[in-house]
């Protein structure tokens, strides 16, 4: 449609070079341009040429010191996309890939997930191009210390509150809400996913994997099935897979792989609970790589791939963006897969979500299926306002209830003139109408 050309345009020319950040907004633009055409008001609104647009954008140095007396410095970010339903959340990246285009990306994708969760919460992603791989804890707690040094004049538990993602996790988390509260002499809940003795929420560790699990229960329920007995290809080996891989062994499933930046491990017999526990020490005590499972317990392991090879029923793309592209979409049907779902953001390129969609492949966007996580981070935020915590099994009971309620978003605005159901189509609609309604209701803002 020359409509979307001439936006997108418009979109490249105003964010030259990021390319990640240009992939996301597309993949909106191509369903809410057609869907704004039936709602003039949106149109005229300039819903969409406000929503591309970041609210505030925040760039810093972090210098730090290595365990060697070396001086280092990083670029740290906050990107606080959009407030109109919410104050600013999601996570922070630490990574080498991090830059503007991965975070504009990342919080633009935010937006629409947590419009989803139907919990009040805006959109923003935060990071800095730091890689956790190989320091010191002493090292990294420098780092976290520098970081929120210059982050904790931007953000508060009523405006913008930070979370973990890839390369932050429960130390990272703890570390700078401890320096936080050191710079504002303040207790309050500023980061979700913090630890269970000083304010986090139960489930929060699992969320985002358990919620993928309960998505695809939802999703293969369209097609009189279940996750019972499937045999399951995951990419990634950190805290989204992680939970991924425990709540598909308690449903009964068979998940052969896993992989990080090095390879990928194959076990045929799957993964069981012993399997896992070494997983669980592996990635988040000992901090090692995926190989040393394949060394441990004799399976196969493939240097620099990523599992999409693998024969299965379902794929879970849990590791980053783009690591699964067009030939792997392929490739996956080929072998026999019916059902993929993102854990990750963004993983599936944006050739691989035309091949699953034009072959009726259930699929599901990660602003949808990987929305637990940040759910619970809501969960987390209200119970730190209430100066209360929840049991595991009522967080867990919202959790699956968020999910369901999300999926059933996805059906309500997701169906396409032939009949088809498009998760793409549905997540994002769903996601825009609340933000959009609130943003016509707060003016030219
Ligand atoms: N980083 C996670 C996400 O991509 C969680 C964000 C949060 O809990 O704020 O949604």
Redesign the pocket.
């Known amino acids: 449609m020359d409509s979307i050309q001439a936006f997108m345009s418009r979109v490249i020319s105003r964010n030259p070079g990021e390319n990640e950040f240009h992939q996301a907004v597309h993949e909106v633009a191509e369903t809410i341009i057609p869907f704004a055409e039936t709602r003039p008001v949106y149109k005229k609104a300039k819903i969409l040429e406000r929503i591309v647009e970041p609210e505030r954008v925040i760039i810093f140095r972090v210098p730090w010191m290595t365990d060697q007396g070396e001086i280092e410095v990083n670029r740290g970010y906050r990107v606080q996309m959009n407030s109109a339903i919410g104050p600013y959340?999601?996570?922070?990246?630490f990574h080498p890939s991090v830059n503007m285009s991965t975070l504009k990306f990342?919080a633009f994708?935010?937006i629409f997930?947590?419009s989803l969760t139907q919990l009040p919460?805006g959109g923003?992603?935060g990071g800095a191009d730091f890689d956790p791989k190989g320091k010191s804890d002493r090292e990294v707690m420098m780092f976290c210390q520098s970081f929120m040094t210059e982050l904790f004049r931007h953000i508060s538990s009523d405006n913008d509150?930070?979370?973990?993602?890839?390369g932050?996790g429960a130390r990272e988390i703890g570390y700078l809400f401890g320096q936080y509260k050191r710079l504002k002499n303040e207790f309050t809940g500023v980061l979700?996913?913090k630890g269970a003795s000083y304010g986090g929420s139960l489930i929060?560790p699992e969320?985002?994997g358990y919620g993928v699990v309960y998505f695809v229960e939802q999703m293969l329920k369209l097609r009189k099935s279940s996750i019972k007995g499937k045999t399951i290809v995951i990419s990634g080996s950190g805290n989204v897979a992680q939970y991924t891989l425990e709540k598909c062994l308690e449903l009964g499933a068979k998940v052969v792989t896993l992989s990080d930046s090095g390879g990928y491990i194959y076990d045929e017999k799957g993964i069981d609970a012993e399997k896992f526990a070494y997983i669980m020490h592996l990635k988040n005590e000992s901090r090692g790589r995926i190989k040393s499972y394949a060394d441990k317990f004799g399976c196969t392991y493939v240097e620099g791939k990523r599992p999409w090879e693998v024969p299965c029923d379902i794929a879970l793309p849990n590791a980053t963006q783009n690591e699964l592209n067009e030939e792997d979409a392929k490739l996956l049907i080929k072998n026999g897969c019916m059902c993929v779902a993102e854990g990750a953001?963004m993983p599936c390129t944006p050739e691989a979500i035309a091949v699953f969609e034009n072959n009726d492949i259930l699929y599901s966007p990660?602003k949808a299926a990987?929305?637990g996580?940040?759910?619970?981070?809501?969960l987390?935020m209200s119970q730190n306002s209430l100066r209360l915590s929840w049991s595991r099994e009522e967080v867990d009971h919202k959790l699956q209830e968020i999910m369901f309620n999300i999926h059933a978003t996805c059906t309500k605005y997701g169906y396409k003139p032939d009949g088809r159901l498009s998760y793409v189509q549905g997540a994002n609609i769903g996601g825009f109408v609340r933000v959009a309604d609130a943003m016509l209701a707060q003016g030219i803002v």
């Open positions: 959340k999601g996570g922070l990246r990342l994708e935010q997930k947590n919460m923003g992603k509150i930070p979370a973990g993602d890839i932050v979700t996913g929060r969320a985002t953001n990660g990987n929305a996580g940040v759910a619970v981070s809501g987390e």
